[in-house]
Nanobody, 115 residues
Framework: QVQLVESGGGLVQAGGSLTLSCVAS????????INWYGQAPGKQREWVAA???????NYVDSVKGRFTISRDNAKNTVYLQMNNLKPEDTAVYYC?????????WGQGTQVTVSS
C-alpha cells in the first residue's frame, strides 16, 4: 500500500508561480517513478510530468521550460515547481504512482490561474 498526499495549490495570477508537493508513505521502497497529472474542468485527467527513482524527468510539451519536477528522497517528497503559469494550467493536480500492478493517486490539489 502506498499513500500520496498533495499540497501547495492555490489561486495565482497569470505569470505567477506555485510549488506543489507530493508526500509518499507506506511501501515507499517499492516506488520507482512518480507522475503529476492535471484535470481541468470538464476534461480528462492528463499526464503533466514524471520523475524516476534516479531522477530522470520528462514533461508534456505544453509545460516544458515552465514546470520542473524534482524529488527529495530523504523526505519521501516529489515537487512540481510551476513558473509562468497560464490560465490554461488551471486544474486539479494529482500525483500518481504504479506499484505492483496497482495505481495509487493522491486526493488532488486545486490550481487556479486568473488572467
Amino acid at each position: 500500500q502506498v499513500q500520496l498526499v498533495e499540497s501547495g495549490g492555490g489561486l495565482v495570477q497569470a505569470g505567477g508561480s506555485l510549488t506543489l508537493s507530493c508526500v509518499a508513505s507506506g511501501s515507499i521502497f517499492s516506488i520507482n517513478g512518480i507522475n503529476w497529472y492535471g484535470q481541468a474542468p470538464g476534461k480528462q485527467r492528463e499526464w503533466v510530468a514524471a520523475i524516476t527513482r534516479v531522477g530522470n524527468t520528462n514533461y508534456v510539451d505544453s509545460v516544458k521550460g515552465r514546470f520542473t519536477i524534482s524529488r527529495d528522497n530523504a523526505k519521501n517528497t516529489v515537487y512540481l515547481q510551476m513558473n509562468n503559469l497560464k490560465p490554461e494550467d488551471t486544474a486539479v493536480y494529482y500525483c500518481h504512482t504504479f506499484v505492483r500492478g496497482s495505481n495509487y493517486w493522491g486526493q488532488g490539489t486545486q490550481v487556479t490561474v486568473s488572467s
